[in-house]
């Protein structure tokens, strides 16, 4: 079985900055893409970015330029850099990964950004 952990969210101010992590454990051999969604309320889950073995990165259009994506193979953790967040970024955060040929979801953390 394969968990994945998210942790690091909370409350922010607009203009601020978070850092989501995203831990995986458990039978592993190897892990193929992972990524981060959100879903806001009353709205459909959605893409927010998305990195392959090799570091390709995918991201949504509405966080370009604010938003990093990168990878520790070693710890099979991901991360989320996010910068000059604004209150429509308001969202639970979800990563996903592809482990073994299965796809596997953690829990959420959410991300509320709010003066």
């Known amino acids: 079985q394969v968990q994945l952990v998210e942790s690091g969210g909370g409350l922010v101010q607009p203009g601020g900055s978070l850092r989501l992590s995203c831990a995986a454990s458990?039978?592993?051999?190897?892990?193929?893409?992972m990524g981060w969604y959100r879903q806001a309320p009353v709205k459909e889950r959605e893409l927010v970015a998305a990195i392959s073995p090799g570091g390709g990165t995918v991201y949504a259009d509405s966080v370009k330029g604010r938003v990093t994506i990168s990878r520790d193979h070693a710890q099979n953790t991901i991360y989320l850099h996010m910068n000059s967040l604004k209150p429509e970024d308001t969202s639970v955060y979800y990563c996903d990964a592809n482990v073994d040929g299965m796809d596997y979801w953690g829990k959420g953390a959410l991300v509320t950004v709010s003066s």
């Open positions: 458990g039978t592993i051999f190897t892990i193929y893409d």
